[in-house]
Protein backbone atom coordinates (compact mmCIF):
# COMPACT_ATOMS: atom_id res chain seq x y z
CA UNK A 1 0.00 0.00 0.00
CA UNK A 2 2.90 2.08 0.66
CA UNK A 3 4.65 1.58 -2.50
CA UNK A 4 1.19 1.96 -4.35
CA UNK A 5 0.51 5.37 -2.46
CA UNK A 6 4.02 6.87 -3.67
CA UNK A 7 3.98 5.78 -7.24
CA UNK A 8 0.34 7.35 -7.69
CA UNK A 9 2.31 10.29 -6.01
CA UNK A 10 5.06 10.60 -8.67
CA UNK A 11 2.87 9.77 -11.48
CA UNK A 12 0.63 12.94 -10.31
CA UNK A 13 3.99 15.55 -10.27
CA UNK A 14 4.81 14.27 -14.00
CA UNK A 15 1.58 14.87 -15.16
CA UNK A 16 1.79 18.47 -13.74
CA UNK A 17 4.98 18.81 -15.15
CA UNK A 18 3.86 17.67 -18.56
CA UNK A 19 1.08 20.53 -18.32
CA UNK A 20 3.14 23.16 -17.92
CA UNK A 21 4.87 23.11 -20.61
CA UNK A 22 4.71 26.31 -22.81
CA UNK A 23 2.59 25.59 -26.27
CA UNK A 24 4.09 23.26 -28.50
CA UNK A 25 7.03 22.54 -26.28
CA UNK A 26 8.23 18.88 -26.24
CA UNK A 27 10.09 16.39 -24.26
CA UNK A 28 12.70 15.41 -25.70
CA UNK A 29 12.41 11.72 -26.11
CA UNK A 30 16.11 11.15 -24.97
CA UNK A 31 14.67 13.28 -21.71
CA UNK A 32 11.47 11.43 -21.68
CA UNK A 33 12.93 8.14 -21.51
CA UNK A 34 15.65 8.74 -18.88
CA UNK A 35 12.92 10.52 -16.60
CA UNK A 36 10.73 7.26 -16.70
CA UNK A 37 13.40 5.05 -16.01
CA UNK A 38 14.37 6.41 -13.07
CA UNK A 39 10.58 6.59 -12.23
CA UNK A 40 10.85 2.61 -12.81
CA UNK A 41 8.57 0.79 -14.31
CA UNK A 42 5.50 0.52 -12.22
CA UNK A 43 5.33 4.77 -13.21
CA UNK A 44 5.95 4.52 -16.34
CA UNK A 45 3.69 1.62 -17.71
CA UNK A 46 1.15 3.76 -16.28
CA UNK A 47 2.10 6.89 -18.50
CA UNK A 48 -0.45 6.59 -21.61
CA UNK A 49 1.35 6.49 -24.69
CA UNK A 50 4.52 5.25 -23.34
CA UNK A 51 6.19 2.14 -24.24
CA UNK A 52 7.17 -0.11 -21.71
CA UNK A 53 9.62 0.88 -19.65
CA UNK A 54 12.79 -0.82 -18.97
CA UNK A 55 16.61 -0.57 -17.75
CA UNK A 56 18.93 1.58 -20.26
CA UNK A 57 22.21 1.51 -20.62
CA UNK A 58 22.34 5.03 -19.22
CA UNK A 59 20.24 4.16 -16.11
CA UNK A 60 18.27 0.86 -14.53
CA UNK A 61 15.62 0.71 -11.88
CA UNK A 62 16.56 -0.47 -8.24
CA UNK A 63 13.24 -0.16 -6.01
CA UNK A 64 14.69 1.73 -3.05
CA UNK A 65 14.28 -0.24 0.45
CA UNK A 66 12.29 1.36 2.84
CA UNK A 67 14.25 0.72 6.73
CA UNK A 68 11.22 1.10 9.60
CA UNK A 69 12.18 1.03 12.72
CA UNK A 70 10.58 -1.68 14.75
CA UNK A 71 7.82 -0.42 16.94
CA UNK A 72 9.23 -0.08 20.87
CA UNK A 73 7.30 -2.60 22.65
CA UNK A 74 6.05 -1.43 25.92
CA UNK A 75 6.91 -3.04 29.07
CA UNK A 76 3.66 -3.96 30.84
CA UNK A 77 3.04 -2.13 34.35
CA UNK A 78 1.75 -3.72 37.35
CA UNK A 79 0.46 -3.03 40.45
CA UNK A 80 3.01 -3.08 43.13
CA UNK A 81 1.39 -4.81 45.79
CA UNK A 82 0.16 -2.54 49.21
CA UNK A 83 2.16 -4.07 51.90
CA UNK A 84 1.27 -1.35 54.33
CA UNK A 85 1.08 -3.10 58.08
CA UNK A 86 -1.99 -4.83 58.74
CA UNK A 87 -3.86 -3.08 61.52
CA UNK A 88 -3.58 -4.87 65.20
CA UNK A 89 -6.31 -7.09 66.12
CA UNK A 90 -9.85 -6.04 68.10
CA UNK A 91 -10.83 -7.29 70.77
CA UNK A 92 -9.80 -9.83 73.26
CA UNK A 93 -9.49 -13.35 71.34
CA UNK A 94 -12.78 -15.60 71.49
CA UNK A 95 -13.82 -18.64 70.79
CA UNK A 96 -17.16 -17.53 68.90
CA UNK A 97 -14.55 -15.72 66.15
CA UNK A 98 -11.99 -18.47 66.55
CA UNK A 99 -11.45 -20.11 62.79
CA UNK A 100 -9.87 -23.59 61.97
CA UNK A 101 -8.26 -25.39 58.55
CA UNK A 102 -7.52 -29.47 59.13
CA UNK A 103 -8.78 -30.50 55.95
CA UNK A 104 -11.23 -30.25 53.58
CA UNK A 105 -13.63 -31.83 55.67
CA UNK A 106 -12.82 -29.99 58.66
CA UNK A 107 -12.61 -26.32 59.10
CA UNK A 108 -14.16 -23.25 60.34
CA UNK A 109 -15.45 -20.00 58.29
CA UNK A 110 -16.88 -16.88 59.43
CA UNK A 111 -20.17 -15.81 58.27
CA UNK A 112 -23.29 -13.71 59.23
CA UNK A 113 -25.28 -14.65 61.86
CA UNK A 114 -28.52 -13.02 61.02
CA UNK A 115 -30.42 -14.01 57.51
CA UNK A 116 -29.57 -12.24 54.90
CA UNK A 117 -26.95 -9.64 56.23
CA UNK A 118 -24.72 -8.90 53.82
CA UNK A 119 -20.86 -10.42 54.49
CA UNK A 120 -19.51 -6.49 54.44
CA UNK A 121 -21.93 -5.72 57.02
CA UNK A 122 -21.03 -8.71 59.46
CA UNK A 123 -17.73 -7.70 59.34
CA UNK A 124 -18.90 -6.24 62.58
CA UNK A 125 -20.79 -9.17 64.45
CA UNK A 126 -19.76 -12.40 62.01
CA UNK A 127 -19.27 -15.77 63.84
CA UNK A 128 -17.82 -19.17 62.89
CA UNK A 129 -19.31 -22.06 61.68
CA UNK A 130 -17.85 -25.26 61.14
CA UNK A 131 -18.45 -28.05 58.41
CA UNK A 132 -20.44 -30.66 59.59
CA UNK A 133 -17.64 -33.57 59.88
CA UNK A 134 -15.86 -31.03 61.82
CA UNK A 135 -14.79 -32.47 65.59
CA UNK A 136 -13.27 -29.11 67.01
CA UNK A 137 -15.36 -29.54 70.05
CA UNK A 138 -15.62 -25.88 70.14
CA UNK A 139 -17.53 -25.38 67.79
CA UNK A 140 -20.95 -23.93 68.72
CA UNK A 141 -22.53 -23.62 65.29
CA UNK A 142 -22.28 -25.26 61.71
CA UNK A 143 -23.53 -24.86 57.94
CA UNK A 144 -25.83 -26.66 56.53
CA UNK A 145 -25.58 -29.82 54.94
CA UNK A 146 -24.62 -29.25 51.25
CA UNK A 147 -24.03 -25.61 52.14
CA UNK A 148 -19.97 -26.67 51.08
CA UNK A 149 -20.23 -28.01 47.47
CA UNK A 150 -16.17 -28.82 47.40
CA UNK A 151 -12.94 -27.85 49.44
CA UNK A 152 -9.27 -28.09 48.63
CA UNK A 153 -6.94 -27.48 51.59
CA UNK A 154 -3.19 -26.30 50.83
CA UNK A 155 -0.14 -25.83 53.08
CA UNK A 156 2.74 -23.03 52.34
CA UNK A 157 5.74 -25.55 51.62
CA UNK A 158 7.48 -23.29 53.97
CA UNK A 159 5.04 -23.98 56.77
CA UNK A 160 4.10 -20.13 56.36
CA UNK A 161 0.10 -20.76 55.97
CA UNK A 162 -2.43 -22.94 55.80
CA UNK A 163 -5.64 -22.40 52.94
CA UNK A 164 -8.63 -23.66 52.28
CA UNK A 165 -10.47 -22.51 49.14
CA UNK A 166 -13.77 -23.50 47.41
CA UNK A 167 -17.15 -23.42 45.90
CA UNK A 168 -20.50 -23.21 48.17
CA UNK A 169 -24.23 -23.70 47.55
CA UNK A 170 -25.79 -20.44 48.76
CA UNK A 171 -28.99 -21.64 48.94
CA UNK A 172 -28.24 -23.79 51.65
CA UNK A 173 -28.33 -21.07 53.72
CA UNK A 174 -29.31 -17.47 54.87
CA UNK A 175 -26.65 -16.11 52.94
CA UNK A 176 -27.91 -13.13 50.50
CA UNK A 177 -27.25 -14.88 47.03
CA UNK A 178 -26.99 -11.41 44.88
CA UNK A 179 -24.17 -10.09 47.65
CA UNK A 180 -20.78 -9.65 46.11
CA UNK A 181 -18.85 -10.35 49.48
CA UNK A 182 -16.75 -9.16 51.66
CA UNK A 183 -13.39 -9.78 53.82
CA UNK A 184 -12.91 -10.80 57.69
CA UNK A 185 -9.38 -11.04 59.09
CA UNK A 186 -7.92 -9.91 62.43
CA UNK A 187 -9.59 -6.45 62.75
CA UNK A 188 -12.92 -7.74 62.53
CA UNK A 189 -14.99 -9.24 64.13
CA UNK A 190 -13.73 -8.43 67.25
CA UNK A 191 -11.29 -11.48 68.50
CA UNK A 192 -11.10 -12.85 65.34
CA UNK A 193 -8.21 -15.56 64.71
CA UNK A 194 -6.72 -18.27 63.15
CA UNK A 195 -6.02 -21.37 65.38
CA UNK A 196 -2.83 -22.37 62.93
CA UNK A 197 -1.31 -19.21 63.65
CA UNK A 198 -2.92 -17.95 67.27
CA UNK A 199 -4.24 -14.81 68.58
CA UNK A 200 -2.68 -11.79 66.51
CA UNK A 201 -1.28 -13.68 63.78
CA UNK A 202 -2.31 -13.01 60.17
CA UNK A 203 -5.50 -14.47 58.14
CA UNK A 204 -7.71 -13.41 55.82
CA UNK A 205 -11.59 -15.00 54.92
CA UNK A 206 -13.30 -13.81 51.91
CA UNK A 207 -16.76 -14.92 50.81
CA UNK A 208 -18.43 -14.28 47.80
CA UNK A 209 -22.25 -15.30 48.03
CA UNK A 210 -23.02 -14.15 44.33
CA UNK A 211 -20.12 -16.14 42.98
CA UNK A 212 -20.40 -19.41 45.06
CA UNK A 213 -17.26 -18.81 46.55
CA UNK A 214 -15.04 -19.36 49.70
CA UNK A 215 -11.49 -18.91 50.90
CA UNK A 216 -9.31 -18.52 54.11
CA UNK A 217 -5.80 -18.51 54.22
CA UNK A 218 -4.14 -18.64 57.52
CA UNK A 219 -0.45 -17.51 58.18
CA UNK A 220 1.70 -18.70 61.14
CA UNK A 221 3.32 -14.81 61.99
CA UNK A 222 2.05 -11.28 62.77
CA UNK A 223 1.46 -9.26 59.99
CA UNK A 224 2.37 -10.86 57.19
CA UNK A 225 1.08 -9.17 54.61
CA UNK A 226 3.35 -11.36 51.62
CA UNK A 227 1.22 -14.49 52.53
CA UNK A 228 -2.31 -12.71 54.22
CA UNK A 229 -2.43 -9.23 52.40
CA UNK A 230 -5.37 -7.70 54.23
CA UNK A 231 -5.38 -4.92 51.75
CA UNK A 232 -7.06 -6.91 48.88
CA UNK A 233 -10.46 -7.07 50.52
CA UNK A 234 -12.17 -6.19 46.90
CA UNK A 235 -9.71 -8.37 44.64
CA UNK A 236 -11.76 -11.34 45.63
CA UNK A 237 -10.80 -14.47 46.05
CA UNK A 238 -9.18 -16.06 43.07
CA UNK A 239 -6.83 -12.50 43.58
CA UNK A 240 -6.15 -12.19 47.31
CA UNK A 241 -6.15 -16.06 47.87
CA UNK A 242 -5.22 -18.32 44.63
CA UNK A 243 -6.09 -21.94 44.59
CA UNK A 244 -8.44 -24.13 43.82
CA UNK A 245 -12.01 -22.99 42.69
CA UNK A 246 -12.42 -25.57 39.76
CA UNK A 247 -13.16 -29.61 41.15
CA UNK A 248 -14.04 -31.49 37.42
CA UNK A 249 -14.23 -34.46 39.23
CA UNK A 250 -17.31 -33.74 41.02
CA UNK A 251 -18.52 -31.67 38.49
CA UNK A 252 -18.55 -28.62 40.09
CA UNK A 253 -16.87 -24.94 39.98
CA UNK A 254 -16.55 -21.22 41.25
CA UNK A 255 -14.55 -20.31 38.54
CA UNK A 256 -14.56 -17.06 36.70
Not at 107 to 117: M, T
Not at 234 to 256: D, H, K, N
Amino acid sequence: MVKLALVVLVLACTVLALDSLLPGEQLNREDDLSVLNLLGPEVANLIPGQPLAGPSKASSYTPQRLDFQPRQKRESQTTPADLRPSPEPTGESSASTTVHVIDEHDFALLLPNRPGELISDAESDGVAFCTRESTDPACARRVEDGFIRAAAVTTADDGSYIQVTGCLDVSKSTLDPSDSGGQFDVRFPNGAQCTFGGYGASFIQLVEPAAGRFCLRCCNKHDDQINCNSHQDRSGCQTAIPGTYAFPALGVTCEE
